[in-house]
């Protein structure tokens, strides 16, 4: 990949690519596991991170650039983000296989998101913030639909994907099968399912499993579901956004499991 600004040249290897922001930069170089490249400040940036974490000099290791936030907006491309002084360049996380992380957590509860067909990268930001923010365990996405390297992805999380384990599969319904036979309930919310997702217990090992907003689930994957549950809204509004609706449940399910220790 290669940028152009003016008489500049940046080069980036074929395993790196740019994540922008305060929040998405920052938690990366608190990463001991995040592999960094450089990263592109502006001066005003690099005051505000060192005063905002006096404990640690995050820069240390660092090969560092100042730019303009002009040069950081050519960085950035065409993608409408904004940066707020920051951007690095980094190596994707090693990531851990779904069937590793259950093979070493067979002894506890567990509570994992399943994402089917949601593709858009500012929702799936927003999931992964929540769902650090709520104690999530981890996301199963697809494979081929899952954003890995998107600028607006690693903004929208706001550093969230530092702190979760995302889990790429070939297939959503092969993995929830599996996730069945190590003693998972699949629930799959659905604007169609009578039972609203407050009336259920939600102990022990459980799979929150969503649709793409505009399609939903798919007939096969509800039809591999154990509970198929709905959040009452008001009859005024049709649905919610999916980051909005994944937020919700998991504050719920948060707050029963507090309340139940």
């Not at 296989?97 to 994402?115: D, G, K, Q, V, Y």
């Not at 049709?238 to 609706?245: C, G, H, V």
């Amino acid at each position: 990949m290669l940028f152009i600004r003016k008489k500049n040249l940046i080069f980036m290897k074929k395993t790196t690519f740019l994540i922008v922001g305060k929040h998405a930069v920052t938690e990366a170089l608190k990463n001991p596991n995040r592999k960094i490249e450089r990263v592109f400040l502006t001066e005003d940036a690099k005051k505000q991170l060192n005063r905002e974490n006096q404990s640690q000099n995050l820069l240390k290791n660092v090969h560092v650039f100042y730019k303009t936030r002009k040069e950081l907006d050519n960085l950035c491309g065409k993608d409408d983000i904004a940066h707020q002084g920051l951007i690095a360049e980094v190596e994707n996380l090693e990531e851990i296989t779904l069937r590793e992380f259950i093979s070493s957590n067979l002894s506890r509860n567990i509570n994992l998101i399943a994402l089917e067909e949601v593709s858009d990268p500012r929702n799936i930001g927003s999931i992964i913030r929540s769902a650090v923010a709520f104690g999530v365990d981890g996301i199963i996405v697809k494979e081929r639909s899952f954003p890995y390297k998107s600028k607006l992805m690693y903004r929208s999380a706001s550093g969230g994907l530092e702190h979760i384990n995302i889990f790429r599969v070939s297939n959503i319904n092969t993995a929830l099968k599996y996730l069945k036979s190590k003693e998972f309930w699949i629930s799959a919310f659905d604007v169609g399912a009578k039972k609203d997702f407050t009336e259920h217990n939600w102990m022990g090992r459980n799979v929150l499993l969503f649709g793409s907003e505009g399609f939903g689930l798919k007939n096969k994957t509800l039809g591999n579901s154990d509970f198929k549950f709905r959040i009452d809204i008001d009859n005024k509004i049709e649905s919610l956004n999916i980051s909005n609706t994944i937020s919700i449940v998991c504050q719920h399910i948060k707050y029963l499991l507090k309340k139940n220790k």
